[in-house]
């Protein structure tokens, strides 16, 4: 007994909507109310996570692995975030002279502002 499949979307042969496939099929409501997340990658060459891109899945597994499958499929990447874009607060652009200008009144935050003793070596 074969299941009747077509090619869809440019995914290849589907399942046939009503076809028994082993595993249940989540609607397109139900795939359009899966939060969004965040993805990052850190690559083998830097100390720091990248913004990737974005994407829809049903929970924090479930994005990683999509995340690996769609952002990493050159081998690219030797760690992945995926946070939900929910969780994200981010300043405004427009707010960012009265956000960042208190540091520019702290010198002393800058290395430049202490004198190195003459007996440290390799700072």
Same mark, same amino acid.
Not at 88 to 105: G, K, L, M, Q, Y
């Given at each position: 007994?074969?299941?009747?499949?077509? @090619?869809?979307?440019? %995914? +290849? @042969?589907? $399942?046939?909507e009503g076809v028994a496939t082993g595993t249940p099929t989540p609607t397109? @409501?139900?795939? *359009?109310?899966?939060?969004?997340?965040?993805?990052? #990658?850190? +690559?083998?060459?830097?100390?720091?996570? !990248?913004?990737?891109?974005?994407?829809?899945? $049903?929970?924090?597994?479930?994005?990683?692995?999509?995340? *690996?499958?769609? =952002? !990493?499929?050159?081998?690219? +990447? #030797?760690?992945?975030?995926? #946070?939900?874009?929910?969780?994200? !607060?981010?300043?405004?652009?427009?707010?960012?002279?009265?956000?960042?200008?208190? @540091?520019?009144?702290?010198?002393?935050? %800058?290395?430049?502002? =202490?004198?190195? $003793?003459? +007996? #440290?070596?390799?700072?």
């Open positions: 007994m074969s299941a009747e499949v077509r @090619a869809e979307g440019g %995914h +290849g @042969a589907v $399942p046939v397109r @409501a139900s795939r *359009r109310d899966w939060p969004l997340w965040e993805v990052f #990658v850190r +690559g083998r060459r830097g100390l720091a996570h !990248t913004h990737v891109g974005s994407l829809h899945a $049903p929970d924090a597994t479930m994005a990683l692995r999509n995340a *690996r499958d769609v =952002y !990493t499929r050159r081998q690219e +990447g #030797v760690s992945l975030w995926v #946070v939900p874009a929910a969780a994200i !607060t981010a300043s405004s652009p427009d707010e960012r002279d009265p956000f960042f200008a208190p @540091a520019a009144d702290k010198a002393y935050r %800058h290395p430049t502002f =202490y004198e190195v $003793p003459e +007996g #440290v070596q390799h700072l």
